[in-house]
């Protein structure tokens, strides 16, 4: 049984002590007097399977395409190349090759190859139509909807974080407190 790091009390945040990762414990905090139960994630204690390549013992054997050494024990189901254990990896769902996981992964549907950056938007509807002044009647609500919109949504894959948004943000406020000033004094004037 291995001890693993302190762990903080659900109340206080003290340190509980050493904890076990292999079983479940019940305690008591010697600061606050909170009673605990601590409950391991089950793959912190989960033996992971090795892929163990059995060797070739006659000629009659077929091989690895890429370890002429290892028996082969599987197809790859995309290209039909004969893989030891080491090489058949499940891929999903599939059993395939390295190379086939690569080229899989290039042509993923799934993967992202490009993000809309709100920030970007945000910053163009309040910013720009300051030069036409008149536009920012629409474009300052449209500027701070895409701020809203795009504030939990991922950003770039580069980074830039979330000023583009704030200064968006900041300015189409601006202008719409500008606006509504400017109804107000045409109003109270009348």
Same mark, same amino acid.
């Given at each position: 049984?291995?001890?693993?790091?302190?762990?903080?009390?659900?109340?206080?945040?003290?340190a509980l002590g050493e904890q076990?990762?292999?079983?479940?414990?019940?305690?008591? #905090?010697? $600061? *606050? /007097?909170?009673?605990?139960?601590? !409950?391991?994630?089950?793959?912190?204690?989960?033996? @992971?399977?090795?892929?163990?390549?059995?060797?070739?013992?006659?000629?009659?054997?077929?091989?690895?395409?890429?370890?002429?050494?290892?028996?082969?024990?599987?197809? #790859?189901? $995309? *290209? /039909?190349?004969?893989?030891?254990? !080491?090489?058949?990896?499940?891929?999903?769902?599939? @059993?395939?090759?390295?190379?086939c996981i690569m080229a899989a992964?290039?042509?993923?549907?799934?993967?992202?190859?490009?993000?809309?950056?709100?920030?970007?938007?945000?910053?163009?509807?309040?910013?720009?139509?300051?030069?036409?002044?008149?536009?920012?009647?629409?474009?300052?609500?449209?500027?701070?909807?895409?701020?809203?919109?795009?504030?939990?949504?991922?950003?770039?894959?580069?980074?830039?974080?979330?000023?583009?948004?704030?200064?968006?943000?900041l300015a189409a406020a601006l202008?719409?407190?500008?606006?509504?000033?400017?109804?107000?004094?045409?109003?109270?004037?009348?």
């Amino acid at each position: 049984m291995t001890a693993g790091p302190a762990l903080p009390c659900p109340k206080c945040r003290s340190a509980l002590g050493e904890q076990s990762w292999h079983g479940t414990e019940r305690g008591r #905090c010697s $600061s *606050c /007097g909170t009673d605990y139960e601590f !409950i391991p994630f089950p793959a912190l204690t989960a033996s @992971r399977p090795r892929a163990v390549p059995k060797s070739v013992l006659m000629a009659e054997h077929a091989t690895c395409f890429y370890h002429a050494e290892n028996q082969a024990e599987a197809v #790859c189901e $995309s *290209c /039909g190349r004969f893989v030891c254990a !080491i090489c058949a990896v499940d891929f999903g769902g599939r @059993r395939v090759c390295p190379p086939c996981i690569m080229a899989a992964k290039d042509k993923d549907t799934n993967a992202v190859s490009s993000r809309t950056l709100y920030g970007g938007i945000a910053l163009t509807f309040a910013i720009l139509p300051i030069l036409f002044w008149p536009v920012t009647l629409l474009t300052s609500p449209a500027a701070l909807g895409f701020v809203i919109y795009g504030w939990r949504k991922p950003g770039s894959l580069v980074g830039g974080g979330r000023a583009r948004l704030v200064i968006a943000g900041l300015a189409a406020a601006l202008q719409i407190v500008a606006w509504g000033l400017l109804f107000v004094r045409l109003i109270t004037e009348e």
